[in-house]
Protein backbone atom coordinates (compact mmCIF):
# COMPACT_ATOMS: atom_id res chain seq x y z
CA UNK A 1 0.00 0.00 0.00
CA UNK A 2 1.84 3.10 -1.36
CA UNK A 3 0.18 6.17 0.86
CA UNK A 4 1.21 9.80 -0.23
CA UNK A 5 0.92 12.24 2.65
CA UNK A 6 -2.71 13.84 2.44
CA UNK A 7 -1.58 17.89 3.47
CA UNK A 8 -0.91 20.40 0.62
CA UNK A 9 2.07 21.92 2.40
CA UNK A 10 3.93 17.78 1.31
CA UNK A 11 3.12 18.05 -2.94
CA UNK A 12 4.91 20.17 -5.64
CA UNK A 13 3.56 23.59 -4.77
CA UNK A 14 4.47 26.05 -7.35
CA UNK A 15 7.81 27.36 -7.91
CA UNK A 16 9.09 30.86 -6.29
CA UNK A 17 7.48 32.10 -3.26
CA UNK A 18 5.47 29.32 -1.88
CA UNK A 19 9.10 26.90 -2.41
CA UNK A 20 11.18 29.74 -0.84
CA UNK A 21 8.62 29.88 2.28
CA UNK A 22 8.98 26.16 2.44
CA UNK A 23 12.59 26.55 2.72
CA UNK A 24 12.62 29.55 4.56
CA UNK A 25 10.14 27.52 7.65
CA UNK A 26 13.70 25.42 8.65
CA UNK A 27 15.75 27.94 8.63
CA UNK A 28 13.92 30.29 11.15
CA UNK A 29 13.52 27.01 12.95
CA UNK A 30 17.61 26.08 12.86
CA UNK A 31 17.92 29.85 13.81
CA UNK A 32 15.69 29.36 17.12
CA UNK A 33 17.08 26.13 17.76
CA UNK A 34 20.92 27.53 17.17
CA UNK A 35 20.05 30.55 19.02
CA UNK A 36 18.94 28.01 22.24
CA UNK A 37 21.94 26.65 22.33
CA UNK A 38 20.71 22.93 21.40
CA UNK A 39 23.45 22.17 18.84
CA UNK A 40 26.24 22.36 21.41
CA UNK A 41 28.41 19.42 22.21
CA UNK A 42 27.68 17.10 25.19
CA UNK A 43 31.29 15.82 25.89
CA UNK A 44 31.24 14.94 29.79
CA UNK A 45 27.90 13.14 28.80
CA UNK A 46 28.83 10.75 25.93
CA UNK A 47 32.56 10.01 27.14
CA UNK A 48 30.29 9.42 30.45
CA UNK A 49 28.18 6.85 28.59
CA UNK A 50 30.96 5.04 26.74
CA UNK A 51 32.96 4.39 30.20
CA UNK A 52 30.08 3.28 31.72
CA UNK A 53 29.47 0.91 28.52
CA UNK A 54 32.67 -0.34 28.44
CA UNK A 55 33.02 -1.26 32.14
CA UNK A 56 29.66 -2.83 31.96
CA UNK A 57 30.96 -5.06 28.84
CA UNK A 58 34.01 -5.87 30.77
CA UNK A 59 31.68 -7.21 33.72
CA UNK A 60 29.25 -9.62 31.24
CA UNK A 61 32.94 -11.06 30.00
CA UNK A 62 34.30 -11.84 33.98
CA UNK A 63 30.44 -13.08 34.56
CA UNK A 64 30.52 -15.22 31.70
CA UNK A 65 34.05 -16.81 33.09
CA UNK A 66 32.81 -16.60 37.09
CA UNK A 67 29.35 -18.47 35.78
CA UNK A 68 31.09 -21.21 33.39
CA UNK A 69 28.71 -24.52 33.22
CA UNK A 70 25.43 -22.64 34.75
CA UNK A 71 21.90 -21.92 33.37
CA UNK A 72 22.54 -19.05 35.20
CA UNK A 73 24.09 -17.47 32.00
CA UNK A 74 21.28 -17.26 29.93
CA UNK A 75 20.13 -14.45 32.48
CA UNK A 76 24.14 -13.26 31.61
CA UNK A 77 22.66 -13.19 27.88
CA UNK A 78 20.00 -11.34 27.99
CA UNK A 79 21.20 -8.52 30.03
CA UNK A 80 24.22 -8.50 27.58
CA UNK A 81 21.76 -8.49 24.66
CA UNK A 82 20.36 -5.22 26.49
CA UNK A 83 23.92 -3.56 27.09
CA UNK A 84 24.57 -4.16 23.28
CA UNK A 85 22.01 -2.66 22.22
CA UNK A 86 23.14 0.51 24.68
CA UNK A 87 26.21 0.16 22.78
CA UNK A 88 24.39 0.64 19.09
CA UNK A 89 22.68 4.46 20.61
CA UNK A 90 26.04 5.36 20.96
CA UNK A 91 27.69 4.13 17.71
CA UNK A 92 24.67 5.48 16.41
CA UNK A 93 25.32 8.88 18.22
CA UNK A 94 28.83 8.95 16.25
CA UNK A 95 28.02 8.19 13.12
CA UNK A 96 25.58 10.97 12.98
CA UNK A 97 28.98 13.17 14.14
CA UNK A 98 26.67 14.28 17.35
CA UNK A 99 29.64 13.50 19.56
CA UNK A 100 32.90 15.41 18.50
CA UNK A 101 33.15 18.50 16.33
CA UNK A 102 36.21 16.30 14.23
CA UNK A 103 34.26 13.98 11.63
CA UNK A 104 37.18 11.83 12.48
CA UNK A 105 37.28 11.03 15.75
CA UNK A 106 33.46 11.07 15.26
CA UNK A 107 34.36 8.21 12.79
CA UNK A 108 36.79 6.66 15.18
CA UNK A 109 34.75 6.09 17.51
CA UNK A 110 31.79 4.67 15.37
CA UNK A 111 34.32 1.67 13.96
CA UNK A 112 35.62 1.09 17.84
CA UNK A 113 31.96 0.98 19.33
CA UNK A 114 30.22 -0.69 16.41
CA UNK A 115 33.00 -2.91 15.11
CA UNK A 116 34.99 -4.00 18.50
CA UNK A 117 32.46 -3.76 20.47
CA UNK A 118 29.36 -4.51 18.82
CA UNK A 119 30.56 -7.01 15.96
CA UNK A 120 28.88 -5.01 13.37
CA UNK A 121 30.14 -3.45 10.16
CA UNK A 122 29.80 0.66 10.44
CA UNK A 123 30.64 0.63 6.37
CA UNK A 124 27.64 -0.58 5.89
CA UNK A 125 25.11 0.66 8.43
CA UNK A 126 26.35 4.18 8.00
CA UNK A 127 25.51 4.22 4.26
CA UNK A 128 22.63 2.99 4.75
CA UNK A 129 21.35 4.45 7.17
CA UNK A 130 22.52 8.22 5.43
CA UNK A 131 20.32 7.32 2.72
CA UNK A 132 16.96 6.56 5.22
CA UNK A 133 17.60 10.05 6.66
CA UNK A 134 18.29 12.01 3.46
CA UNK A 135 14.73 10.11 2.14
CA UNK A 136 12.63 8.80 4.25
CA UNK A 137 9.83 6.30 3.44
CA UNK A 138 10.32 7.39 -0.55
CA UNK A 139 9.95 4.60 -2.68
CA UNK A 140 13.31 3.59 -4.56
CA UNK A 141 15.07 6.01 -2.49
CA UNK A 142 15.08 4.67 1.10
CA UNK A 143 16.72 1.14 1.67
CA UNK A 144 14.31 0.58 4.73
CA UNK A 145 10.99 -0.49 2.67
CA UNK A 146 12.00 -2.44 -0.54
CA UNK A 147 10.30 -5.70 -0.50
CA UNK A 148 12.00 -8.28 1.24
CA UNK A 149 10.72 -11.03 4.17
CA UNK A 150 8.21 -8.38 4.27
CA UNK A 151 6.44 -5.84 2.36
CA UNK A 152 6.28 -2.52 3.23
CA UNK A 153 4.49 -0.80 0.38
CA UNK A 154 3.42 -2.45 -3.12
CA UNK A 155 4.98 0.10 -5.59
CA UNK A 156 7.53 -1.96 -6.19
CA UNK A 157 5.89 -5.17 -6.55
CA UNK A 158 5.94 -7.21 -10.07
CA UNK A 159 3.32 -9.22 -9.45
CA UNK A 160 0.56 -9.90 -6.83
CA UNK A 161 1.93 -12.83 -4.36
CA UNK A 162 0.05 -15.98 -4.52
CA UNK A 163 0.13 -19.66 -2.33
CA UNK A 164 2.37 -19.35 0.76
CA UNK A 165 3.99 -15.98 -0.22
CA UNK A 166 0.62 -14.42 0.04
CA UNK A 167 -0.71 -16.26 3.23
CA UNK A 168 2.49 -15.23 5.03
CA UNK A 169 2.10 -11.53 3.69
CA UNK A 170 -1.34 -11.60 4.96
CA UNK A 171 -0.10 -11.95 8.72
CA UNK A 172 3.05 -10.88 8.59
CA UNK A 173 2.04 -7.62 11.05
CA UNK A 174 1.49 -10.54 13.11
CA UNK A 175 4.62 -12.01 12.36
CA UNK A 176 6.57 -9.12 12.21
CA UNK A 177 8.06 -9.30 16.82
CA UNK A 178 8.40 -12.73 16.45
CA UNK A 179 10.67 -12.39 12.84
CA UNK A 180 13.07 -9.83 14.65
CA UNK A 181 14.05 -12.43 16.63
CA UNK A 182 16.65 -13.43 13.55
CA UNK A 183 17.43 -9.75 13.19
CA UNK A 184 20.28 -10.09 15.48
CA UNK A 185 22.09 -12.57 13.40
CA UNK A 186 21.00 -10.98 10.45
CA UNK A 187 22.69 -7.42 10.99
CA UNK A 188 26.22 -9.42 11.89
CA UNK A 189 25.72 -11.14 8.61
CA UNK A 190 25.02 -8.17 6.94
CA UNK A 191 27.98 -6.23 8.04
CA UNK A 192 30.19 -9.30 7.35
CA UNK A 193 28.84 -9.63 4.19
CA UNK A 194 29.70 -5.89 2.93
CA UNK A 195 32.95 -5.84 4.75
CA UNK A 196 34.05 -9.09 2.23
CA UNK A 197 32.27 -8.02 -0.87
CA UNK A 198 33.38 -6.18 -3.64
CA UNK A 199 31.49 -2.90 -3.31
CA UNK A 200 34.29 0.57 -1.90
CA UNK A 201 34.12 0.56 1.63
CA UNK A 202 36.26 3.02 3.50
CA UNK A 203 38.78 1.55 5.86
CA UNK A 204 38.02 -1.92 4.62
CA UNK A 205 41.20 -3.76 6.37
CA UNK A 206 40.10 -2.32 9.83
CA UNK A 207 36.53 -2.68 9.71
CA UNK A 208 37.26 -6.51 9.06
CA UNK A 209 40.31 -6.86 11.91
CA UNK A 210 37.64 -4.93 14.49
CA UNK A 211 34.52 -7.03 13.79
CA UNK A 212 37.25 -10.06 13.84
CA UNK A 213 38.59 -9.42 16.67
CA UNK A 214 35.09 -9.28 18.61
CA UNK A 215 33.22 -12.16 16.74
CA UNK A 216 35.82 -14.34 17.28
CA UNK A 217 37.12 -13.76 20.79
CA UNK A 218 33.82 -13.62 21.47
CA UNK A 219 32.80 -17.11 20.41
CA UNK A 220 35.90 -18.44 21.99
CA UNK A 221 35.16 -17.34 25.41
CA UNK A 222 31.25 -18.72 25.46
CA UNK A 223 33.04 -22.09 24.39
CA UNK A 224 35.33 -21.66 26.62
CA UNK A 225 33.89 -20.92 29.48
CA UNK A 226 30.48 -23.56 29.04
CA UNK A 227 29.90 -26.49 27.51
CA UNK A 228 28.74 -26.58 23.60
CA UNK A 229 25.13 -26.83 23.75
CA UNK A 230 24.91 -24.39 26.83
CA UNK A 231 27.31 -21.92 24.67
CA UNK A 232 25.13 -22.71 21.98
CA UNK A 233 22.08 -21.25 24.00
CA UNK A 234 23.97 -18.58 25.31
CA UNK A 235 24.52 -17.38 21.91
CA UNK A 236 21.24 -18.24 20.83
CA UNK A 237 19.27 -16.05 23.27
CA UNK A 238 21.79 -13.20 23.21
CA UNK A 239 21.34 -12.79 19.74
CA UNK A 240 17.15 -13.29 19.36
CA UNK A 241 16.83 -10.81 22.48
CA UNK A 242 19.56 -7.95 20.81
CA UNK A 243 17.47 -8.01 16.92
CA UNK A 244 14.02 -8.24 19.04
CA UNK A 245 15.53 -5.53 21.40
CA UNK A 246 16.68 -2.96 18.23
CA UNK A 247 13.28 -3.94 16.13
CA UNK A 248 11.10 -2.94 18.89
CA UNK A 249 12.76 0.89 19.21
CA UNK A 250 13.19 1.18 15.31
CA UNK A 251 9.99 -0.08 14.37
CA UNK A 252 7.76 3.02 15.90
CA UNK A 253 10.09 5.39 14.14
CA UNK A 254 8.56 5.36 10.38
CA UNK A 255 6.15 2.28 10.13
CA UNK A 256 2.51 3.04 9.27
CA UNK A 257 3.80 6.58 8.52
CA UNK A 258 2.64 8.00 4.90
CA UNK A 259 5.27 6.09 1.94
CA UNK A 260 5.43 8.96 -1.42
CA UNK A 261 6.41 8.11 -4.94
CA UNK A 262 9.68 8.02 -6.27
CA UNK A 263 9.00 11.07 -7.97
CA UNK A 264 8.02 13.35 -4.94
CA UNK A 265 9.49 16.11 -4.71
CA UNK A 266 9.44 17.44 -0.47
CA UNK A 267 10.81 20.41 1.01
CA UNK A 268 13.13 18.98 4.30
CA UNK A 269 11.00 20.04 6.97
CA UNK A 270 7.95 18.28 6.03
CA UNK A 271 9.71 15.21 4.60
CA UNK A 272 11.86 14.75 8.05
CA UNK A 273 8.65 15.71 10.25
CA UNK A 274 5.44 14.25 8.27
CA UNK A 275 7.02 10.70 7.38
CA UNK A 276 8.43 10.56 11.55
CA UNK A 277 6.82 9.26 14.61
CA UNK A 278 7.58 10.05 18.16
CA UNK A 279 7.08 7.92 21.22
CA UNK A 280 5.64 9.25 24.24
CA UNK A 281 7.39 8.54 27.61
CA UNK A 282 9.43 10.02 30.36
CA UNK A 283 13.21 9.69 31.00
CA UNK A 284 13.24 5.77 31.05
CA UNK A 285 11.59 5.38 27.85
CA UNK A 286 14.45 8.12 26.79
CA UNK A 287 17.76 5.12 27.98
CA UNK A 288 15.08 2.07 26.42
CA UNK A 289 15.32 3.75 23.04
CA UNK A 290 18.31 5.63 23.13
CA UNK A 291 16.99 9.33 22.36
CA UNK A 292 14.93 7.75 19.51
CA UNK A 293 11.91 8.11 20.80
CA UNK A 294 11.85 11.77 19.61
CA UNK A 295 12.35 10.46 16.10
CA UNK A 296 10.88 14.11 14.33
CA UNK A 297 13.64 15.93 16.25
CA UNK A 298 16.59 13.44 15.39
CA UNK A 299 15.71 13.67 12.03
CA UNK A 300 15.48 17.64 11.58
CA UNK A 301 18.74 18.09 13.21
CA UNK A 302 20.66 14.69 12.81
CA UNK A 303 23.89 16.10 14.77
CA UNK A 304 22.52 17.20 17.98
CA UNK A 305 23.40 15.63 21.11
CA UNK A 306 21.12 13.10 22.69
CA UNK A 307 20.59 14.86 25.85
CA UNK A 308 19.19 18.35 23.61
CA UNK A 309 16.24 16.46 22.01
CA UNK A 310 14.02 16.56 25.21
CA UNK A 311 14.73 20.18 25.30
CA UNK A 312 14.17 20.92 21.10
CA UNK A 313 11.20 18.75 21.21
CA UNK A 314 8.22 21.43 22.31
CA UNK A 315 10.03 24.36 20.27
CA UNK A 316 9.58 21.42 17.18
CA UNK A 317 5.96 21.03 18.29
CA UNK A 318 5.14 24.63 18.58
CA UNK A 319 6.86 25.34 15.14
CA UNK A 320 4.92 22.40 13.30
CA UNK A 321 1.94 23.55 15.15
CA UNK A 322 2.03 27.44 13.95
CA UNK A 323 2.28 26.09 10.28
CA UNK A 324 -0.32 23.30 10.41
CA UNK A 325 2.28 20.61 9.89
CA UNK A 326 1.09 17.46 11.64
CA UNK A 327 3.28 16.37 14.27
CA UNK A 328 2.80 12.97 15.27
CA UNK A 329 3.28 11.35 18.86
CA UNK A 330 1.79 8.16 20.13
CA UNK A 331 2.67 5.89 23.05
CA UNK A 332 4.79 2.84 22.44
CA UNK A 333 2.25 0.36 22.54
CA UNK A 334 -0.10 2.36 20.45
CA UNK A 335 3.02 2.44 17.65
CA UNK A 336 3.34 -1.47 17.61
CA UNK A 337 -0.30 -1.65 17.42
CA UNK A 338 -0.10 0.63 14.20
CA UNK A 339 3.03 -1.41 12.76
CA UNK A 340 1.38 -4.82 12.86
CA UNK A 341 -1.74 -3.37 11.84
CA UNK A 342 -0.55 -1.54 9.14
CA UNK A 343 1.89 -4.60 7.89
CA UNK A 344 -1.49 -6.97 7.50
CA UNK A 345 -2.87 -4.22 5.39
CA UNK A 346 -0.07 -3.86 3.18
CA UNK A 347 0.50 -7.92 3.11
CA UNK A 348 -3.32 -8.01 2.38
CA UNK A 349 -3.24 -5.40 -1.12
CA UNK A 350 -0.35 -7.39 -2.02
CA UNK A 351 -2.20 -10.39 -2.66
CA UNK A 352 -3.22 -11.53 -5.34
CA UNK A 353 -7.30 -10.31 -5.42
CA UNK A 354 -8.73 -12.94 -7.22
CA UNK A 355 -7.08 -15.98 -5.27
CA UNK A 356 -9.16 -18.02 -3.05
CA UNK A 357 -8.93 -21.84 -1.90
CA UNK A 358 -11.28 -23.13 -4.23
CA UNK A 359 -9.04 -21.53 -6.95
CA UNK A 360 -5.70 -22.37 -5.06
CA UNK A 361 -6.51 -26.07 -5.04
CA UNK A 362 -7.98 -26.26 -9.10
CA UNK A 363 -4.17 -24.58 -9.87
CA UNK A 364 -2.22 -27.01 -7.85
CA UNK A 365 -4.24 -29.65 -9.36
CA UNK A 366 -3.87 -28.84 -12.73
Known amino acids: M ?6 QTTTDGPPGRARERQVSDFTALARTVQEAGLMRRRHGYYWTRFAVL ?25 GLALVLGQVMFLGHDAAHRQIFASGRWNDWSSLVIANLYAGMSYGWWNHKHSRHHAKPNQVKADPDIPTGVLVFQT ?21 FFPLLLLEGLNLHAAGVATILGRGEIKRRWVELALVSIRLVGYV ?13 AFLGVQLA ?30 R ?16 FMGGLNYQVEHHLFPSMARPHLRRVQPIVREF ?18 IVVRYLNEVGLS ?8 LTAEYRSAR
Open 2 to 7: TTDTTT
Open 54 to 78: TALLGAFGIAIVMIGDSWWQLAVAA
Open 155 to 175: ADLEKPFTGVRAWFAARQGWL
Open 220 to 232: ALVFWAMPVGLGF
Open 241 to 270: LFGLYMGAVFAPNHKGMPIVPANSRIDFLR
Open 272 to 287: QVLMSRNVRGGRLMDW
Open 320 to 337: CESRGILYTETSLLQSYG
Open 350 to 357: ARDPFQCP
